[in-house]
């Protein structure tokens, strides 16, 4: 046993497929099936139960990938320790953020972060922030870039800034003859003006399907839903081509001539975006150095136009 081989165990595991573990592997899919076949027999024990759609842990594996995590997580706690010593000559970074967010905010962080430490590599995980909480709580992340509160992750949370949810339209879509106009150029529009008109609301397990649905319930609102579960980057596509409204977050605004963004409400609807820690006072060099980055770039201050 090494830990070449318990990454490649969970690799499998994480990607639900021998396939797609082996491609980001880097491996031949033929050549990753033959050595789980040999690792499980030598341990006497399946790992995983290969199904129509990939692969799910046994019991067994369950327990395995437990240690095998462990394993893993404590030696590059010792890898990162012994960069520090080192003064930030080398090092790796796992770090977890959304596909969503981390198109628009992460490339300018890592651009000049690997400027600075061209030997430091960040390893990205894309999750969406629930997915990514559990793995902070569970220690296998060294930072992620979080959109949710967190009663569970308080004190292991350091605040970057706000982020804005806005509705995607187009000039032309009859919702903009109920916008409203503030002094300072602030454009806004009522959830029950948006209500009457068709919606492209997003998966309920995401946090931006979530907070629209309760906006509206709060409000006592029933709106035109549909579409209902494909992603923010495809309903805003949709909703930039007038097919029906959507939302986005500022940060993730895709400008083009004839499509608007409205605020949701006269004081608007944000959520708090933060870097997430695991448990524990230590943190390497390499992760604050990160963090660092982060708030350099994004300043604390609210993401609006």
Known sequence: MNLK???????IADEGSISRAAE???????????FLQLYEAELGAPLFMRTSRGVRPTASGSVFLNHAR?????????????????????????????T??????????LKRFRDLYPRIHVEITEKDSMYLEEMILEGFLDMALLALPSPRLHKQLDFLTRDEIYLV????????????????????????DIARFECILGPPRTILGS?????????HLEPLAQNTNITAPFAAAMAREGIA??????????KAPGVEYLSVGRKGLFLDLSLAYPAGEYRSKAT?????????IYQEASIRP
């Open 169 to 192: 339209t187009v000039s032309e879509h009859p919702v903009m003859e109920f916008v409203h106009r503030e002094e300072d150029g602030t454009r806004w529009v009522d959830l029950k």
């Open 288 to 296: 604050m150095a990160l963090a660092k980055m982060f708030h350099e």
């Open 100 to 109: 969503f967010r981390g198109t628009y905010l992460l490339p300018p962080v």
């Open 245 to 254: 409204l959507s939302f986005t977050y500022h940060s993730c605004m895709v």
């Open 211 to 219: 907070m629209i649905r309760k906006a509206f319930e709060d409000l």
């Open 24 to 34: 980001k592997l880097y491996m031949a899919q033929s050549s990753l099936s033959q």
């Open 5 to 11: 081989e318990l990454n490649y165990i969970v690799t």
């Open 70 to 98: 462990q394993i893993l997580l404590q030696y590059h706690r010792a890898q990162s320790e012994l960069w520090d010593i080192e003064e930030l000559s080398g090092g790796r970074i796992e770090l977890g953020i959304s």
